[in-house]
C-alpha cells in the first residue's frame, strides 16, 4: 500500500510539474522571466546500513538554505550566506548513478534505488525522495594473488600474512584497493620501486549462486634493485657544508635494498636538523628495461643562513597565561663544524602590561612576569643519527604576585628516536634557586610565616626523563590522532654525594599527560579533543624530616588558559587563596573541546580567511592539592566556556572565555552556577584568556 502510494504520488508530481511548466510559459510571455523549483528537502527511504548522513553527502542535490542565508548571499554576494539550490533533472540521474555507486562499493550489488518528487506549485519548492531497496550484501568468497611467484619466498611470505581482504568479510572497493596499495608498498620498501599492480588481469568474480565475490590480485613485481652511489649537491654552495652532513643522516647506504619508506624518512631526517632551508632525496626515474640492479640516489640540500641575528615580538601561553614581550637573538649555524648550532637569546615577558604602563614598580604584587639570557649548543648527531644532544645555561627571573624567584641553570639533554613516533629525552639540570619574597600588608599575618618558609636558598641537581608518543596529523592544530607522555624527575642525589654548602631537596616526580583527537565531521570540520594531566610530587630520604622545601618553580598550579580555564592562571587551588601562590604537590586535571569550522568556502572578509575561523565549546575540570591525601573527588572544580580561533602558520590565535560551573570553595548551594544568577553571577565573574595555539 505504501509503494502504491508513492506511485500516486510520484504520478501527481509529473501533473503537477507539467501544468506548472504550462504556467512557467505563459508567465514568460507575460513577463518575460520564469520561476524554477527550489529543492525544499531530500529524503532518504529504506537505508538501513547507510545512514543519511552519508548519503547526503553523496549526491550532488542540496536543499535550498534559510530565507536568511539567502538574503546574505543576495545582498552582499559569494562570500556571505549560501545560494538558493535548485531542481535539475539531470542532476538527480546523476544523483541516482552515485547512490547505486557508492551502494556498490560497499558491497550491496543487488541494491535497487529510485526516485520520486513532491511538487508545491504555490511555493515553486519540490520535495526530492530516493526509495531505496538495499537487498543482501556480498561477502568475500576467496582471496588469490598472481604474478609474486618471481619474488622470494620470504617476502612473498610477508606479504600473505597480513591481508587487508580477507574470506569471510564484506565485499569494499575500498579494502580491495587498500591491499592492492599495501602489496605494493612492501614490495617498493623490499627492492621493487617499479612494481605495478595489473588492472586489466584484475578478477572480482561475483557468484550469483550466492551473492559472493572470488579476488584475484595480479601483480607485476618489476626487477628488485638496490640504492646506488650516492651524492650531494649544496645550493649555494658553502666550504663548511661536508657531504657527510647529509650522508650520515640518511636511513640507507649504497647496495642495500631499495626502499621507498627509507627514501622518504631519510628527507625528514634532514629537514628536522635546522641546517637547511629545504632538503630532498631524489633519483632519476626507472625504466622497466634498465639492465643495472642499482638507482644512483641524489640528495638535493638548500642551507639556511650560517649567522642570524633575530628581533622578536614573543606572544606566548607560558604559565597558562597570555605573555607579551620582546626578545633578541642570535644563531650560529653549523658552529666549529659538525652540524652544530649556537644560539643566544635575551627576552623580557609579561602578563602585566596594563600594570606596567601605569607606572607600577616591578616588584607590585599586581605585576607579573620573566626575563632570562640563555646560551645553548644543540649537537644534531651524537654517537649516531637517532641521538642528538644539548648544552644549555640560563640565567632567569621569574616574577609572581608575592615573590621573585632567581634561577641560574645548567642543563645537559640526550634526545633518543626511539621509533618513527616516539622520543626519549633524558635532562641532568644543576640548579641554583633564590627566592625572594615580597610582603604584602593585604597578606594576613599568619600566612606570612608560610611565605617566610619558602624563602630558602637551594641547589639542586635534577635528573628528568621523559617519554613520549606523538601519533597526532598535525603539530599544530591536530584532528586526528593522539599524544601520550610521561616525566620522571629525581632530584637530591649529587648533592647528598658532594657537599654543595646550601641546602637541596630529595624530591621525586611523576607527570602523565594524555591527548586525543577525532574529526567526527569525515571532513575537518568539526573536531573533538580530550585531554587528560596529572602529577605527584614528594620528598623522600632525609629530606622528609628536613625544614627544607620542593623549590617554587617544580611544583604544581592550575588555574589559566591551558588548564581550568574559568580562573585566572595560578589562581585554583584547594588550600586558601593567600597560599595559591605556593602551588601544590598533587594536580588533576582534564579538558574536552569541540572546535567547529563555521565558515568553510566563504572566502575572505576585511583581509580574514574565514576557512581559518573556528569556534571552540569547552568543558574543564580539575584542581591542585597541598598533599595526595588531601585529594577529595568534591574538590574537583569544573569550568565550561566558548572560544574563537584563527589559524596561522605557526598556529592558531585563541580567546577563550570560561565560567565557573562548579567552584569547591563556593559557600553552599553557591558552589554550582545552577543556585546563581546566570548574567550577574556566573557570567560576570567569567574569565578572558588569550594564547597562541590550542589549549591542548
Known amino acids: 500500500m505504501g509503494l502504491f502510494f508513492l506511485l500516486r504520488l510520484r504520478l501527481l508530481a509529473l501533473l503537477a510539474a507539467a501544468l506548472l511548466a504550462a504556467g512557467r510559459l505563459s508567465a514568460q510571455s507575460t513577463e518575460g522571466e520564469a520561476r524554477e523549483l527550489e ?19 553523496t549526491v550532488q542535490s542540496q536543499e535550498t538554505p534559510s530565507g536568511f542565508s539567502k538574503f546574505l548571499h543576495g545582498t552582499f554576494g559569494e562570500k556571505f550566506g549560501s545560494k538558493a539550490e535548485y531542481f535539475q533533472p539531470d542532476v538527480l540521474e546523476g544523483d541516482l548513478k552515485l547512490l547505486k555507486d557508492i551502494y556498490r562499493d560497499r558491497g ?46 620470504d617476502l612473498r611470505s ?17 579494502v580491495a584497493n587498500g591491499e592492492i596499495s599495501r602489496v605494493l608498498m612492501i614490495l617498493a620498501n623490499n627492492g621493487y620501486p617499479t612494481a605495478r599492480f595489473d588492472y586489466d588481469q584484475y578478477l572480482a568474480q561475483l557468484y550469483l549462486s550466492t551473492n559472493n565475490f572470488r579476488l584475484t590480485f595480479v601483480f607485476v613485481p ?76 641524489e640528495v638535493l640540500v638548500r642551507p639556511r643562513p650560517r649567522n642570524e641575528l633575530s628581533p622578536e615580538v614573543i606572544v606566548s601561553n607560558e604559565n597558562n597565561a597570555f605573555n607579551l614581550g620582546l626578545g633578541l637573538g642570535y644563531t650560529n649555524r653549523n658552529f666549529l663544524g659538525d652540524g652544530r648550532s649556537f644560539n643566544v637569546s635575551a627576552r623580557v615577558k609579561t602578563q602585566s602590561i596594563r600594570e606596567l604602563f601605569s607606572g607600577k614598580s616591578v616588584r607590585d604584587t599586581s605585576v607579573v612576569g620573566s626575563a632570562n639570557f640563555q646560551m645553548q649548543i644543540l649537537q644534531p648527531y651524537l654517537f649516531n643519527r637517532t641521538l642528538s644532544g644539548a648544552l644549555t645555561s640560563e640565567v632567569r627571573a621569574d616574577k609572581q604576585q608575592f615573590f621573585i624567584l632567581s634561577i641560574l641553570r645548567l642543563k645537559a639533554a640526550l634526545n633518543k628516536q626511539v621509533t618513527q613516533y616516539t622520543t626519549g629525552t633524558l635532562e641532568w639540570t644543576l640548579e641554583r634557586v633564590r627566592p625572594e619574597l615580597l610582603v604584602d600588608t593585604a597578606i594576613q599575618k ?30 599544530f592544530s591536530p584532528t586526528e590522532g593522539y599524544f601520550r607522555s610521561i616525566t620522571l624527575e629525581e632530584s637530591g642525589i649529587l648533592p647528598k654525594l658532594v657537599t654543595v654548602g646550601l641546602p637541596f631537596t ?21 573536531i573533538l579533543a580530550f585531554k587528560a594531566k596529572t602529577g605527584y610530587q614528594d620528598k623522600y630520604g632525609e629530606s622528609r624530616s628536613m625544614d627544607v622545601r620542593i623549590p617554587l618553580n617544580r611544583r604544581f598550579f592550575s588555574g589559566g588558559s591551558g588548564s581550568v580555564r574559568g580562573w585566572k ?128
Open 39 to 57: 529543492i525544499n528537502r531530500i529524503s532518504f527511504i529504506g537505508n538501513e546500513a547507510l545512514d543519511r548522513g552519508v548519503l547526503a553527502n
Open 108 to 153: 550491496w550489488y543487488g541494491a535497487e534505488i529510485r526516485d520520486s518528487i513532491a511538487v508545491d506549485t504555490s511555493a515553486y519548492r519540490v520535495d526530492m525522495f530516493f526509495l531505496i531497496r538495499e537487498g543482501k550484501r556480498s561477502f568475500v568468497d576467496t582471496v588469490s594473488y598472481a604474478g609474486l611467484d618471481s619474488i622470494p619466498r
Open 158 to 174: 610477508k606479504i600473505l600474512a597480513e591481508p587487508l581482504a580477507k574470506k569471510g568479510i564484506p565485499y569494499e572497493t575500498a
Open 222 to 297: 618489476g626487477k628488485q634493485f638496490t640504492f646506488g652511489e650516492i651524492t650531494v649537491k649544496v645550493d649555494p654552495p658553502r666550504d663548511d657544508i661536508t657531504d657527510n652532513l647529509s650522508l650520515r643522516h640518511l636511513d640507507f647506504h649504497t647496495g642495500e635494498l631499495y626502499s621507498k619508506e627509507k627514501k622518504l624518512t631519510s628527507e625528514r631526517n634532514l629537514n628536522r636538523l635546522g641546517l637547511f632551508e629545504a632538503a630532498r632525496v631524489d633519483h632519476v626515474t626507472i625504466p622497466d628495461t634498465s639492465s643495472s640492479r642499482s638507482i644512483p640516489m
Open 446 to 475: 599568619l600566612v606570612i610565616a608560610q611565605f617566610r618558609a619558602e624563602d630558602q636558598e637551594q641547589f639542586n641537581s635534577i635528573l628528568t626523563f621523559t617519554l613520549q608518543s606523538d601519533h597526532t596529523n598535525d603539530p
Open 506 to 526: 630529595q624530591y621525586y616526580k611523576t607527570t602523565l599527560l594524555g591527548r586525543w583527537y577525532h574529526d567526527v565531521s569525515g571532513n575537518r570540520s568539526n
Open 569 to 696: 592562571a595560578r589562581q585554583l587551588g584547594v588550600m586558601s587563596d593567600d597560599l595559591l601562590e605556593l602551588g601544590g604537590n598533587f594536580m588533576l586535571e582534564g579538558s574536552a573541546e569541540l572546535r567547529m569550522n563555521y565558515f568553510r568556502g566563504f572566502g575572505k572578509f576585511l583581509g580574514l580567511k574565514l576557512d581559518n575561523i573556528w569556534g571552540v565549546y569547552f568543558v574543564d575540570i580539575g584542581n591542585v592539592w597541598s598533599e595526595i591525601g588531601s585529594f577529595r573527588p568534591r574538590d574537583i572544580a569544573v569550568a565550561a566556556g566558548v572560544g574563537f580561533r584563527y589559524e596561522t602558520f605557526f598556529g592558531p590565535f585563541r580567546i577563550d572565555y570560561g565560567f565557573r560551573v562548579y567552584d569547591p570553595k563556593g559557600d553552599g548551594a553557591g558552589q554550582t552556577m545552577f543556585h546563581k544568577r546566570f548574567l550577574g553571577e556566573t557570567l560576570a565573574t567569567g574569565v578572558i584568556h588569550f594564547g597562541i595555539g590550542h589549549a591542548f
